[in-house]
């Protein structure tokens, strides 16, 4: 039994994603007994979609053996409304002012909790993974995007728009690259892994990484984690620089967030940290050295993410959790 | 009578600084009843300016009558540690490790408040100022330093550290101006008083700036904010740039804080903001404009600071008041 479910009671968690969706049933445990995930299929509208998350929930439910839950919790990417549930605007799934809370909460009946995907991940590392406990973390997940989750005093900070924890569109060099937001020298312009795959292709069709263009050609969207941390295990080492290079600047805007937030702990996550987390933490730790004030990064504990694909699913099923408890 | 102090109850608020020292005596409407300012002559060691600041609150009890207080509260330079009123490090006024607010306890016989000096200011804003009862506030004080304060569900943000908030230290520009505490391209390096002076004097020694040079000589101690904005009004073009590049930074700042916390209102106040309001507010709102994401400044209130000088000691009585209630 844990502190926020009885035995027998059940939970869902949901991830939904541009690219794809994930329900698991938890028992009061947390560990799961049930689970679906399927492609999201967003770009076809706003209806495929919504029709997407309800089957995918359906699904685990089915494969756990079609009980009663007494909850849902989901994580969506932003921005959303954490207090009504509402989707605001969310390109990646043509999603606008979409209630997901009471479109969720009508079909199956129970209570909805719903907040920011990368605030889900965080919270379910914070509940569950290595940086359990710690008085304030901070989540940093570099991918596509650089996605931030905050944790102060336990809860999720939303701050006043909702939407805190924009970590990725921190400045952190004026006049830098152009970022996707339109503004110049964010952190998602620096060390995404569009920003590290534009630099390896152009290392690529120089002739200085001969694995990256024997496997990614010169197109940027072949340019995985994986093949990136091969290129690396096979010695070619501007590659690594340019992974390191963007490590750093993620480094950096650790540093940051530790002499802003003073955090106990820093969870990151996201592929590329998954596939090449030596190398990575490396480098950002060397950051938070150069660059956070030593009163500050004191005892801070810097720890990859443990749950992998299932942070948010966790993180939300124990969101909502605690809220049935209260 | 105000929601924390009955009527006739009174409390004092202390400012301690490298250069002052200033406490006021509050009635039960925070309204000044007695105070007293002293230099601090803080360089002689830690015996000499623990006198100084007894001998402070001494005096501005004995320019109120005498009267009984029930609390102090206490602002001074950190890292301190907020929960023990223990000054851990303060170089500008030789203490280390220092009981503040035991010391200040047995000498006067009731409870104390200890907390970073930018804390209790942007408390004060917080409670009496423009930004009064926004949700979640951060403060920005740009002096010799720039000193930072984050107010998140009405209460500090302390931090694992104890010491959150150091956004003088945020890297903005890797590798740009090495600052004061050894690392390069902080906030402080760019944007504090002595970056901007160190930039005047040099346009004033090129001949760039006759009103500069004329009331400073090459003396980068001689430019107080009070000159620098005489020599704008003169119309110095080059100072007024300079000035500008500043506030932008600062701006850049403010936006990161803007993107990372999500705060409903920031408050900037020091002698510069003071000297020359409308040009840095106006720098300060365009650099939010183009850094900050447009979900997350969308109704944020950019304000100056209203208290000047007096806003440490409020926010300290205000503190006192409101553990005293408790």
Redesign the interface.
Known sequence: MSEWLQKGELVAGVDIGGTKVQATIFNHKFEPVGESRKKMQSKKGPVPAEARVLATIHEALEAAGSPAIKGIGAGSPG?LDPTTGVI??TPNIAWKNFPLADVLSKEFGVPVAVDNDVNMGTYGEWCFGEVQN???VVGVFPGTGIG?G?I??GKM???????????G??????DGPYCG?G?RGCLESLASRIAVSKELIAIAVRGDAPYILENCGTDITKVRSSVIAKAIEAGEKMVENEVRRAAYFVG?AV???I??????AVVLGGGMVEAMEALYLEEVKRAIK??A?P??R???KVAPARLGDNAVVMGAARLIAERLRK
Chains 1, 2 share one sequence.
């Open positions: 921005p605001i605007d710690a008085k304030d931030g905050i102060i005093g900070l939303h701050g006043f728009s909702g939407a805190a924890g924009e970590i569109h921190m400045t952190i060099l004026p937001c503004k950096i540093a940051n967030l002499n802003i937030l003073s955090p106990e150069e660059h004030m009163f500050l004191k005892g801070v």
